[in-house]
Nanobody, 125 residues
């Protein structure tokens, strides 16, 4: 049974940092994209960042709203993906979800087969 478990969310002041982790179990996803999405109350789930791996090289893509502030990384040996979030803003407040098993650098939620339960990130002003 495949499971994705996110951790690392919490309450932080604007300008602060958090690091989210998503540990996968049940199968490996090294050949597939893994991504982070977020969903604020009353809004649709939106793309944050995605990472794919091929030939020993990682490839990434970010939403414009987080470029230069967030960094996605993965450790295939640990079957884990991370999201380092710096310079956080109140508008980053949302539940953050990890997705796995998607096509190359996929940026829409519908392309992901597996999801974690989400972790709350709250940024106070």
């Amino acid at each position: 049974q495949v499971q994705l478990v996110e951790s690392g969310g919490g309450l932080v002041q604007a300008g602060g940092s958090l690091r989210l982790s998503c540990a996968a179990s049940g199968r490996t996803f090294s050949r597939y994209a893994m991504g982070w999405f977020r969903q604020a109350p009353g809004k649709e789930r939106e793309f944050v960042a995605v990472i794919s791996w091929s030939g020993g090289t990682y490839y990434v893509n970010y939403a414009d709203s987080v470029k230069g502030r967030f960094t996605i990384s993965r450790d295939n040996a640990k079957n884990t993906v991370y999201l380092q979030m710096n310079s956080l803003k109140p508008e980053d407040t949302a539940v953050y979800y990890c997705g796995a098993d998607a096509p190359w650098l996929h940026t829409t939620p519908s392309g992901y087969k597996y999801w974690g339960q989400g972790t709350q990130v709250t940024v106070s002003s």
